[in-house]
């Protein structure tokens, strides 16, 4: 533990600047994924324990993609539909046969789901931890904002994360199949009872989750290794993030996001052998004082 | 009448419990494998743990994600009571399983207010928790490589436990035991207390019962039992691993109880049996053990939709004393 | 027997229970009527501690209840059943009724001995009998007909041995046929065991049928109290309640 040089980098502008930066990117990633995670929740009340595994699959597609075109852009895209696809598939023929089953069984569903695809992604691109780099269009010298370092291809993640959010938060609010989601989050009879295609809703919804983490993925890929089994970390926080913000509650997980993402960059330099620590004590004072998360509904 | 019945019943499972024991004993004389040997150790400990969880997860309706945080509190604290004090081995048994009691009152009185999802994953939070102290707390814990050195005087009452057989015969013993008291508790009316709770709790609370109060004893009880496991396997493994204590651990105490039968008394028992075998069979086939085993998985839980257990209750035409939803 | 005094509950802005003073005398069969969300259900859940009055006070025997806990108002001799009844669907009818029994007895913490003790299974049948539930006593309580879960529910507010019973719309959901036969069974439940009985209703003819006093809730307050022919002759409850076409009918 070294509080004193925490309170040296919080007061050091630089240090403030690039701490803040990278607290950002985590967070902003991290809230992609949780959205997803949070969105599925809302709307079909299942836990989706695989969803750090459609994290790790997006950010490898991503890699295949950039490795053949070249084009980082159009790697984060592949990883996005990709995950869309994947995670229709996965509704389809697994998920949709234990609604309604125990919680634990649709645990262990998706268990195996993660247990198969660590093997496959080991499979096709080998165990070791694979590099993308990175792209060349981010090849260039780095910002120096009140001192601090600031690589460009950061505010780069964090404004395209920015608007994914923003995108996701328009339709939720403003279009017609987002009201729908919204009402069956917070009524599903009702939303079977207007005649309205829940199946095809349930496919819709697991599309954007999986898209979500996969385009979280994709854009994670040129500052993370990517390694078989990079998803468990990732869904933890995840979970983390949900539950923090609220299960259900996509305004709930931005700000649980950024405050973990934070508290991650800040706690390396004050308890760096216990960051991890500092992220579950977070979540249980939160949960001790309110018990269903920040923004959460009371679940009964 | 009625305490008659109840009586036979204790008799009956005394006298099952007893037969396996000898009849375990017996095995080596005929099948001199020590790969049997470490099979039971290492089994008798996962199914002691995995009938722990199900206390609360079946019995009670709590499911905990984060119950290894008790099975490696046990190991640990077995470990550094025998490595670093002078206690006979008894001794480290009793007060670890005290020093497991206070964790679980404090980490039960946090937790059991929560409900359904929220209280999965703050256990789990409490498991990752515990967890990141043991890798950070290097002085006591040794970090990362773990309790190394052994486990000194291991002897119980004059039997030497550094023997192969010796340790055998006592993991049986203990899991027998373990069993058996936890049958008696699920038999009380202590025990119909948690079904009551699990099925209706608003309706259990108006018949009386203080339903917090009900969920930290079986809280506690089943964390101490999930402790009898670990000091089992740190006799097993002679010290005591972060990975005893990870959060895959909860996983395949999970894993055992929902694939053995969660509605089932020994369905978390059978369970822990097909996970250890799965495991040992397809590590020794295929270096893609996940691959393997994510496929079983997958045919089991979307084939029967039931644990094991249970599907065969089921079919035998009896009722499981759970319900799977 | 009960007495309550100033009671107010409110919700938000909402008051559920506004200033609501009873009495309820002992060995009556009291129904409780009122349109929906008169606050009948919350009285309810005041009484036997689900939820805390905001102030006011209930004294039960002469001893203050306020604010004490489910399990504590339950062991003082006040039982319940539910709108939706409520029981423990994984166990059978007598399995059901022995928990109940075993709960009022104490022993619901108790790690000691076998379930059930001495006792607990004979007297569980004669809680059935009296509801006439000992026919599917081996039957799965889930899969009991709809009245049959309602008598459950009932039985087990039964076996509390209480010496208040409250019941929250005992006959909602049920046809005509079944509605009679669930009162007539109320009835002779209170005239038996020698129960303090108050019930929540809706329809009229049962009512003004049975009860022997009968309190008017409307917007969380008592709008009128008395025997059925002053309820019938009240023109505040004419106006409110009465003269309009019955408000609502769950059947």
């Known amino acids: ?300 | 009448m009625a305490s008659g019945m109840v009586r036979t019943r204790i008799w009956r499972d005394i006298l099952a419990g007893c037969l396996l024991v000898a009849v375990l004993a017996i095995v080596p004389a005929l099948i001199p494998a020590r790969a049997f040997q470490d099979f039971v150790i290492r089994c008798s400990s996962m199914a002691l743990f995995a009938t722990s969880l199900n206390l609360l997860v079946g019995y009670t309706g709590l499911s905990s994600f984060g119950h290894g945080m008790f099975f490696g509190l046990g190991t640990y604290s077995f470990a550094l009571l025998m490595q670093r004090t002078g206690v006979a081995l008894p001794v480290a048994f009793l007060l670890t399983l005290l020093i497991t009691a206070v964790t679980a009152v404090a980490v039960g009185a946090i937790c059991i207010r929560l409900r359904l999802i929220y209280f999965a994953f703050v256990t789990l939070a409490m498991q990752m928790l515990l967890h990141s102290v043991v890798i950070s707390w290097v002085g006591l814990t040794g970090g990362d490589q773990g309790l190394m050195g052994g486990i000194p005087r291991r002897s119980v009452l004059g039997v030497d436990l550094g023997l192969q057989y010796n340790l055998y015969v006592f993991s049986a013993v203990v899991l027998v035991a373990g069993l058996l008291l936890m049958r008696h508790i699920v038999n009380t009316a202590f025990g119909t207390s948690l079904r009551m709770i699990r099925d209706n709790e608003v309706r259990a609370a108006f018949l009386g019962i203080v339903v917090w109060r009900v969920k930290l004893t079986v809280f506690v009880l089943s964390a101490v039992f999930a402790s009898v496991g670990g000091m089992v396997m740190s006799l097993f493994v002679s010290g005591a691993y972060p990975e005893l204590i990870n959060w895959p651990i909860s996983g395949d105490a999970i894993f055992a109880i929902v694939m053995g039968g969660i509605g089932s008394f020994l369905g978390p028992a059978v369970g822990t049996m097909i996970l250890l075998l799965l495991n040992d069979v397809v590590t020794r086939q295929t270096e893609y053990y996940g691959l393997a085993l994510g496929l079983i998985i997958l045919a089991f839980a979307l084939g029967l939709r039931r644990g094991v257990l249970d599907f065969i209750t089921e079919r035998l035409g009896g009722r499981p004393a759970g319900g799977i939803s | 027997m009960l007495r309550i005094a100033g009671l107010t509950k409110r919700f938000g802005g909402l008051t559920a229970i506004g200033d609501v003073t009873l009495d309820f005398a002992a060995g009556t069969l009291t129904a409780i009527i009122g349109p929906n969300g008169a606050g009948k259900s919350t009285f309810f859940n005041l009484i036997s501690g689900a939820i805390v009055p905001d102030s006011g006070q209930i004294v039960f025997q002469g001893e203050d209840i306020t604010g004490l806990s489910r399990a504590a108002i339950v062991r003082r001799g006040i039982g319940r059943a539910f709108q939706v009844a409520s029981f423990f669907p994984s166990m059978t009818v007598a399995e059901n009724l022995q928990a109940a029994v075993a709960a009022h007895r104490g022993q619901w913490a108790d790690l000691g001995r076998g379930f059930p003790r001495q006792g607990v299974r004979e007297r569980a049948l004669e809680v059935a009998e009296m509801l006439g539930l000992h026919d599917s006593a081996h039957v799965l309580s889930a899969n009991l007909s709809h009245g049959d879960q309602k008598l459950l529910d009932i039985a087990l507010g039964l076996a509390l041995e209480p010496s208040m019973l409250l019941l929250d719309e005992p006959t909602a959901g049920m046809g005509p046929e079944e509605r009679w036969n669930m009162i007539e069974k109320v009835q002779r439940l209170w005239r038996l065991q020698n129960l303090t009985l108050v019930f929540i209703e809706h329809d009229m003819d049962i009512v003004f049928g049975i009860a022997s006093s009968i309190r008017v809730l409307c917007y969380g307050r008592v709008l009128a109290e008395g025997t059925p022919d002053e309820i019938r002759a009240n023109p505040a409850v004419i106006e409110a309640y009465l003269g309009t076409p019955d408000p609502e009918d769950d059947a």
């Not at chain 1, 324990?49 to 994290?55: I, S």
């Not at chain 1, 060349?136 to 920015?162: D, K, M, N, T």
């Not at chain 1, 004050?270 to 001790?288: K, S």
């Open chain 1, 1 to 300: 533990m070294d509080a004193s040089a925490l309170l040296d980098c919080v007061t050091t502008s630089s240090c403030l600047v690039t701490q803040t930066t990278s607290g950002l990117i985590v967070g902003m990633l991290l809230f992609l994924v949780a959205a997803g995670l949070t969105l599925i929740f809302g709307v079909l009340k299942i836990v989706n324990f695989a969803h750090g595994t459609f994290y790790m699959l997006g950010a490898y597609l991503a890699y295949t993609v950039f490795q053949i075109t070249g084009s980082y852009w159009l790697g984060v895209l592949g990883g996005g539909l990709g995950m869309a696809l994947f995670g229709v598939l996965f509704e389809r023929f697994l998920i949709r046969r234990v609604y309604g089953a125990n919680v634990l069984m649709q645990l262990l569903i998706c268990y195996a789901v993660v247990l198969i695809c660590d093997d496959l992604v080991k499979i096709v691109w080998g165990p070791d931890f694979r590099a993308m780099g990175m792209p060349p269009e981010f090849q260039v010298p780095p910002l120096f904002i009140l001192g601090g370092v600031v690589p460009p291809f950061y505010l780069v993640l964090i404004a395209v994360s920015l608007l994914i959010g923003g995108g996701l938060g328009l339709t939720l609010g403003l279009t017609k199949i987002g009201k729908i989601v919204r009402a069956a989050a917070h009524n599903p009879d009702m939303v079977s009872a207007l005649g309205i295609n829940t199946t095809l809703l349930y496919s819709l919804v697991f599309a954007a989750g999986g898209a979500l983490a996969g385009l979280a993925g994709g854009l994670a890929a040129p500052v993370r290794s990517l390694t078989p089994g990079m998803g468990f970390s990732i869904l933890i926080e995840s979970f983390i993030v949900t539950v923090i913000g609220g299960m259900g509650s996509i305004g709930g997980a931005l700000i649980a996001a950024v405050v973990l993402g934070l508290i991650r960059s800040f706690g390396t330099i004050g308890f760096p052998q216990f960051t991890e620590g500092l992220m579950y004590i977070a979540m249980i004072i939160i949960l001790v004082s309110k018990p269903s998360g920040l923004f959460g509904k009371e679940i009964v």
